[in-house]
């Protein structure tokens, strides 16, 4: 019988020195050494499956990745040292001058940018869809379009689009799906099992968990995962090795992580929900939120993430923010700690107004990444904040 998703996260380890160390080593080395000249030759025309150079593959990135591929269900996959890099060398090795990519219009800040500001200099060019209407993508899909892009759940609104859906249409129309997984991580949703080509991660976010790393991986079949690394190994946006060796040990507690993250998440939301000074809260297995049947089908859980937004706008949203005492105000999340920010002002400023609120970021949009704190103090933490902010001065 096989094993369970999670004990391959703890369980899979590639190598072990002559030292039988139980957790693995870092592989600190830029490079490999070979025997002799015809050694040499024979790695570099890629006859013998071996590490070369740390920019193409290294121990302990083949291990991060190898963890990834068994819980995402993929075949093969690139790991880089963020997770733009991730995005950015999937759409570049596998786009050429002249296509054209669909994308949701809620998607993280940077990969927006990459879309609307870098990618038309080399006449890639991509057109969005309303995340709350993926009924509409086919209007959207032209001759030259390749790539289907979406997140589920988005960032940081918390959408929720139907996995399975995009698929049956990417599949339609001969296009690639590729979904930004980093929200659920795969212990909650594995986007390939619902028809997904590709799979990325920010590994900086709930992999790591722990703030300490950036990272990114990109997994899916071995056919598309070649081009990238064919692109990526002469580009150099490769993971470190040490980031790789802590996020292989991360992910040996993931799925614990995980499901406390979205236990905390859940009760964190039913509890903002019952205050009447928040005007909506987002959660995906609230029964309130829009797609919760959906949520309930492609995911397990509902991951770390939870939106809201205070009556009063940004003017209260603010003043809630400075009223935080335990909380961090930080760009991170699936950290630990519970982390708070605020979109509209921070990772989605570079968009125009109309551009976030066809994002659903509305300018007193608070976004929590519930942590591992107790649910207790978190609550407490939140509760004092909202009356702090409610007082007039
Ligand atoms: C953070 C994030 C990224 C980018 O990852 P970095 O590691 O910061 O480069 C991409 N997509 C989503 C959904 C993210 O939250």
Redesign the pocket.
């Known amino acids: 019988m096989s094993k369970k998703p999670e004990t391959l996260a703890i369980r899979t380890q590639l190598s072990r020195t002559e030292n039988q160390e139980h957790s693995v080593p870092v592989y600190l080395t830029s490079s490999f050494v070979f025997d002799d000249a015809e050694d040499m030759r024979a790695s570099f025309a890629e006859e013998k499956d071996r590490n070369i150079y740390s920019r193409f593959s290294n121990p302990n990135t083949s291990e991060f990745i190898e963890k990834i591929c068994l819980l995402e269900g993929a075949q093969d996959g690139f790991a880089t040292a ?4 991730a ?1 950015f060398s999937t759409f570049a090795a596998l786009l050429q001058s002249g296509d054209h990519i669909v994308s949701a219009r809620s ?2 800040g ?2 927006h940018t990459l879309f609307t500001k870098c990618f038309p200099k080399w006449n890639i060019t991509t057109d969005y869809f309303d995340t709350l209407k993926p009924e509409t993508i086919e209007q959207y899909i032209k001759p030259n379009t390749k790539i289907l892009y979406a ?1 589920s759940p ?2 940081p609104a918390v959408d929720i689009l139907d996995l399975a859906y995009l698929s049956q249409i990417a599949k339609k129309h001969k296009l690639l799906l590729v979904i ?1 997984n ?2 659920a991580t795969p212990v909650l949703q594995q986007p390939i099992k619902f028809g997904a080509d590709l799979v ?1 991660h ?4 709930m992999i790591d968990g722990q703030g300490r790393v ?3 991986v990109v997994v899916g079949t071995s056919e598309l995962i070649r081009e990238i690394y064919l692109f990526a190994r002469n580009t150099g946006p490769a993971l470190s090795p040490f980031n790789a060796w802590l996020l292989s040990k991360s992910i040996e507690t993931l799925h614990v992580r995980a499901e406390r993250h979205s236990e905390n998440a859940l009760k964190l939301a039913t509890f903002l929900e019952n205050d009447a000074r928040i005007k909506f809260v987002k959660y995906p297995f609230l029964p309130s939120h829009p797609a919760y049947e959906i949520a309930k089908k492609q995911m397990k859980m509902g991951g770390s993430v939870v939106a809201f937004e205070l009556e009063g706008g940004i003017s209260r949203g603010r003043k809630f923010l400075d009223a935080i005492k335990m909380c961090s105000l930080s760009a991170n ?1 699936g950290d630990t700690r519970t982390i708070i920010t605020h979109p509209a002002s921070t990772t989605h400023s570079k968009l125009t107004d109309a551009e976030r609120l066809e994002s659903g970021i509305t300018a007193g949009l608070v976004r929590i990444s519930v942590g591992l704190e107790h649910i207790d103090d978190i609550k407490a933490d939140i509760l004092q904040a909202l009356d702090a902010s409610a007082e007039v001065h």
């Not at 963020?82 to 890099?85: E, N, V």
């Not at 920010?202 to 976010?205: D, F, G, L, Q, Y």
């Open positions: 963020t997770g733009m890099a995005v998607v993280f940077s990969t997140e988005t960032n930004d980093c929200f990325i920010s590994a900086t976010k950036l990272g990114g999340l």
